[in-house]
C-alpha cells in the first residue's frame, strides 16, 4: 500500500512555488555567469586562477572596469578585495594580461546586462517569498 501524500494548499503551495521558481531562475541565471566567464578566457584574462566567483564582488569590479576600457593590471589589482591584494598580487597581475577583442568585449557588456537583469528578478521572488511569509 501506498503513504497517503500530502497535497499542499493555500500559502504552503505559493510558498513551494515561489521556492522552486527562485531556485530555477538561479540556476539559470549562472548560464550568463557561465558566458561572462568564457568571454574572459577568449580574451586570455584568468580570473578563474585568482578568484572563486567572477560575480562576486571583486570579480564584477574588476569585469566593469575592464567593459569600460581599464587595461592596467595595477589598476586592476586595486579594484579586487584587499585579501586578495595582498595574497595574489603577481598571479592577479598576470590574469589581467590578455587581449581586448571587441567583439567579445560586447558579449561580456551584453551577459554582465543580462545577469544583472536576472538578479533583480530573483530579488522580486524573495520579496514575494518574504511577503508570503508574514
Not at 558579449?107 to 530579488?123: I, P
Request: overall charge positive; glycine content about 6%.
Amino acid at each position: 500500500m501506498l503513504r497517503e501524500s500530502i497535497v499542499a494548499e493555500g500559502k504552503l503551495k505559493e510558498l513551494r512555488m515561489l521556492i522552486r521558481e527562485r531556485a530555477d531562475r538561479t540556476e539559470t541565471g549562472s548560464a550568463y555567469v557561465n558566458r561572462m566567464q568564457q568571454c574572459l578566457e577568449l580574451m586570455n584574462i584568468k580570473l578563474r586562477n585568482v578568484i572563486t566567483q567572477i560575480h562576486g564582488v571583486s570579480g564584477l569590479r574588476v569585469t566593469e572596469a575592464i567593459i569600460s576600457g581599464e587595461r592596467n593590471a595595477s589598476v586592476l589589482l586595486s579594484l579586487y578585495h584587499e585579501s586578495i591584494r595582498n595574497k595574489k598580487a603577481t598571479d592577479v597581475k598576470k590574469s589581467l594580461t590578455g587581449n581586448c577583442n571587441p567583439c567579445y568585449l560586447f558579449l561580456l557588456k551584453e551577459n554582465l546586462h543580462l545577469w544583472k537583469e536576472h538578479q533583480a528578478t530573483v530579488t522580486g521572488v524573495d520579496q514575494q517569498i518574504k511577503a508570503l511569509k508574514e
